[in-house]
C-alpha cells in the first residue's frame, strides 16, 4: 500500500479499515517495523480514550 504511514496507522487502530485493505496493512505492518512503531504509537495515544468510555 503507498499510502502506509501515520495517518493510516490512526485508521487502523480505530477499526476503520476493513476487508482486503486491513489485511494488507497488516502485512505491511509485518513487513516494516517503523509501520509497526506507528501502530503501537496509535494505541499508546488512544488508550486512555478508549479507558475512559463507560
Known amino acids: 500500500m503507498a499510502d502506509d504511514g ?9 477499526g ?5 485493505e486491513r489485511r494488507e496493512f497488516e502485512a505491511a505492518c ?6 509497526a512503531a506507528e501502530v503501537a504509537a496509535w494505541e499508546e495515544r488512544l488508550l486512555p480514550l478508549a479507558l475512559a468510555v463507560p
Open 16 to 20: 476503520l479499515l476493513r476487508g482486503a
Open 30 to 35: 509485518a513487513r516494516d517495523p517503523a509501520l
Open 6 to 14: 501515520p495517518d493510516r496507522a490512526g485508521l487502523y487502530v480505530l
